[in-house]
Structures are given as C-alpha cells and as structure tokens.
C-alpha cells in the first residue's frame, strides 16, 4: 500500500492503516539505528524488531525534546546517506531556533502529502493559480511586492501590514484572479478583515483558503467562511517534519496523515494517552527516510485523541482540543502580553 492509496482512498480502515504503519516503521527504525549515532546503542534490540512489533519497539525507546536536540544535533544526523544536503533552520518563535540538514528526497515525500492535503479543497497545485501571502517580499520580485513562480503561485510580500500595503496587496491578489490563497494565519486572517473593514469585493475565482503556522480567531474564521469562502482549512506540522495534519471540512480536528508518521500523545510523566479527551503532549516519529533522525520527538504541540468517527467518515487518527506552541503566551518588564504564534505581532513586541 503506497502513500496516494492510503490518503486519497478514505475507506482505508484501521486495520489497513495499522498494517501500513508497523511495515513502514519496522524498516524505518531498523535504519535510524543502524545508521545514527544517537541511537546505534540499541542495535542489540534490532533482532527482535518486526512489523508485527514495531510500534510496540517504537514505545520502548524514549521521547526527545528540541532542547536535547540542540545540545549535539549532529548525533541526531544519519551517516549512510550520500544524497546532497540542504540547511534548514526551525522558526524558533517559541524555544531556541534549531539547525539541521534535509535530503533532495524529503522535499518530494513532503510535496506528495502537501498536493493531497491541498486535492481534498479541490485544488490542483501543479495546474491552478494561487497565491500565497509571506512576510517578506521575495528576492526575485521585479516590482517590489509580488513574484510569480513556474507554478503559477504569485507571492506577496507582506513586510508592513499598513493599510496602503494592504491595498497593494489586495489589488495584485484581485488582478491574478487566483483560485486559492495561503498563508500564515496572522496575514490571512488581516487580510480578509482588511477586505471587509473596506467593502471591497473578491474574484469570483477564489475557491479555498489555506492557512497555517500561526492561529486564526475563530472571529476571523467566521467572517472568511461567512461572506467570502466556506473553502477554509488548516494544515499542521512543523519544521522538523515529524507529523502532519489538516482540518476536517465537517468539524474541528484535525485528521493525521498516517503515511506520514506515527504519532502518540502522553502526560507529563511520558506514559501514553489512549484514550479520548484527555490532553497530553503531541509526539511524533517520521514514516520516512531523513537526513536528521527525530524518533518520538516532542512536537510542543498539546491535543487530545478526537472522540468516535469523524462526521466526515473518514478513518485513522485525529486530534482535537488542539493546543499549539503558537497559543503561549508571553509578557514583557511591563506587563504587556502577546501571543508568540501570531508572527506580525510577536516581532513587533520583541
């Protein structure tokens, strides 16, 4: 069972997704041992490593926090692979920014999960036009604001969020005409307030909104899916790429890509939450080969297991009472607070 049959096919049940899992990490904790300095002392355990135990063998390792990460990231750095690397660095809006390396081959597992995320919204990433709203200007704008690339995705740059910007931004969104916009939610969601605060109309062409990385009130929630596109998803993961996720269209949770990771949720004291409702710590493992080895690697993140089957009928795993590292809130020497998540405003305070 490959990765678009087990996304795209939503009668995949339990059962098949269990099977897909425990055949996938068998062989990926099977080489992250052999081949990581960080974990090459449980070698000796690999003899009784299988798909039937394989999740089980998962849980016997411990859990791994960015901070442990931080201290000697190389240890955390496969040492079979040749494929040439690539320097990545995480946002660093709450904890210390980590510095890592990825492989050519990452990018293309991550641009097949991104394209299925983005089919459920009934659009096609390599044929539709977009755009996609950034905090800075691209290097290779000609006019100072907006780049449009191969894939027919036009990114603005949203440095100021003043509202002569914002009316520049409006007025190239409106002129490409996209059929879908993405973005931080911070800019996304000011954005569409600016939109409305103005009166000022959308192309008929727009049919989903996307945002992540940052949270959306769900003010601005209801005024987007209200008078401009019921289209509105979210997705969520992180730089290190252990978990990804997207927003039921028929509900609040969160449905889990299951060829993309395994991920458990646990108390403070590290034993596991199985059963609904009970918030905990949001741990995941990566499915698939990586350049730096994160096994039970600790997101943040804070969410509950959603309780039985999703209005939507979809199976598999799924999150809700969603706490992310964007909603912590942090105060200054003068008693002023902000939330980190939302990047505009965290900057500005910092």
């Known amino acids: 069972m490959d990765i678009n049959l087990i996304e795209h096919n939503a009668n995949c049940g339990p059962v098949e997704i269990d099977y897909y899992q425990r055949e996938q990490l068998a062989c990926s904790l099977r080489e992250i041992i052999l081949n990581t300095p960080a974990y090459s002392h449980y070698a000796e355990m690999l003899d009784g490593l299988s798909p039937a135990n394989s999740i089980e063998f998962l849980r016997k390792l411990p859990t791994l926090t960015k901070q442990e990460v931080l201290e000697n990231p190389e240890n955390y750095h496969r040492i079979d692979l040749t494929e040439r690397q690539y320097a990545v660095r995480t946002g660093g809006t709450s904890g210390e920014i980590l510095s890592f390396s990825r492989i050519k081959s990452e990018y293309e597992i991550e641009?097949?999960?991104?394209?299925?995320?983005?089919?459920?919204?009934?659009?096609?990433?390599?044929?539709?036009?977009?755009?996609?709203?950034?905090?800075?200007?691209?290097?290779?704008?000609?006019?100072?604001?907006?780049?449009?690339?191969?894939?027919?995705?036009?990114?603005?740059?949203?440095?100021?969020?003043?509202?002569?910007?914002?009316?520049?931004?409006?007025?190239?969104?409106?002129?490409?005409?996209?059929?879908?916009?993405?973005?931080?939610?911070?800019?996304?969601?000011?954005?569409?307030?600016?939109?409305?605060?103005?009166?000022?109309?959308?192309?008929?062409?727009?049919?989903?909104?996307?945002?992540?990385?940052?949270?959306?009130?769900?003010?601005?929630?209801?005024?987007?899916?209200?008078?401009?596109?019921?289209?509105?998803?979210?997705?969520?993961?992180?730089?290190?790429?252990?978990?990804?996720?997207?927003?039921?269209?028929?509900?609040?949770?969160?449905?889990?890509?299951?060829?993309?990771?395994?991920?458990?949720?646990?108390?403070?004291?590290?034993?596991?939450?199985?059963?609904?409702?009970?918030?905990?710590?949001?741990?995941?493992?990566?499915?698939?080969?990586?350049?730096?080895?994160?096994?039970?690697?600790?997101?943040?993140?804070?969410?509950?297991?959603?309780?039985?089957r999703c209005e939507c009928g979809r199976e598999g795993p799924a999150i809700s009472h969603f706490l992310q590292r964007r909603h912590e809130m942090i105060t200054n020497k003068f008693g002023a607070s902000v939330n980190i998540g939302r990047r505009n405003s965290f900057l500005e305070f910092r």
């Not at 059929?179 to 049919?207: A, H, M, T, W």
Request: glycine share 10%.
């Open 111 to 308: 641009r097949l999960h991104v394209e299925y995320c983005w089919s459920t919204a009934g659009i096609n990433l390599a044929q539709d036009k977009g755009v996609v709203l950034t905090a800075r200007v691209s290097k290779n704008s000609q006019d100072g604001l907006t780049y449009v690339d191969k894939n027919q995705i036009m990114w603005i740059g949203c440095p100021e969020r003043t509202l002569e910007q914002w009316m520049k931004v409006y007025q190239s969104f409106n002129r490409y005409g996209p059929k879908y916009i993405r973005g931080y939610g911070s800019l996304v969601g000011g954005f569409f307030q600016f939109i409305d605060e103005n009166d000022l109309e959308i192309p008929k062409s727009l049919e989903a909104v996307f945002y992540s990385s940052d949270p959306m009130s769900d003010s601005e929630k209801e005024l987007i899916k209200s008078k401009y596109c019921a289209n509105l998803l979210s997705l969520y993961g992180q730089t290190e790429r252990v978990v990804m996720g997207i927003t039921c269209r028929q509900g609040d949770r969160f449905h889990l890509l299951p060829s993309y990771g395994i991920t458990e949720i646990v108390r403070d004291d590290g034993t596991l939450i199985e059963s609904p409702n009970e918030v905990g710590y949001v741990v995941s493992t990566s499915l698939y080969p990586r350049s730096c080895s994160l096994v039970r690697y600790h997101t943040g993140d804070m969410g509950s297991w959603a309780e039985g």
